[in-house]
């Protein structure tokens, strides 16, 4: 074997080690750590307790590995057994307090329940449908509450976002406006905003509205 040839194989050979190195730290990184696991089931059994009443069961526990969640990266699944609403707990990274999303949770769960059924005649190959009360006015008013108000009592700004497989239809915009006047004057929300994202081959785009 030529030189050339040797160093061909020790190339390979270490471009073989680093790839198996990353492949390692990799799978560390995606693997969640038991004992902070149990370190967030502990405080949020502890916030449930102090906060809610005993129709919250906690279920499970959720490692934000890919930075999907802003705010943590251990965090308790919390359901409501009386209504089934699933929630989180998890102690928010800037405050170092524990928090809950159960009333952000409640508010999109009962809008989506509202809205799905006139999403679902006005638009076609939907891939999924997003409910989404982002505003601080819901995120930050009503942590560690149960005895939430009616959702047209909210000065907040629901989003609902539509994600279609196709390219978009001239009546897209009619039907958006049909969504918005359902949610004003149905539904009697002060804001709202429709966003219907299209991801065909041909078309990628975002039609938006709101009032």
Known sequence: MGKLGKWTLIAMAGAGVIVGFLIVIFIVDMTPDA?????????????????????????????????????????????????????????????????????????????????????????????????????????DKYIGETDLPAIQELDAAPSVSIWVNRERKPVDERSVDELLDILKNDLKLPHAQVMVQYQAEEEEGILTKEY
């Open 35 to 139: 004992g902070k696991e149990e370190e967030v089931k502990e405080k949020a059994g502890a916030y449930l307790d102090a906060h809610f009443s005993g129709q919250m069961e906690m279920y499970d526990t959720l490692y934000d590995n890919m930075g999907n969640f802003h705010g943590f990266d251990y965090a308790a699944k919390v359901r409501n057994t009386t209504n089934g609403v699933d929630f989180t707990v998890y102690e928010d990274a800037a405050s170092k307090e524990m928090v809950d999303t159960y009333a952000v949770n409640y508010f999109e769960d009962e809008l989506s329940d509202l809205i799905m059924e006139d999403v679902e005649k006005r638009f076609t190959e939907i891939e999924m449908v997003m409910v989404s009360y982002a505003d601080p006015a819901v995120t």
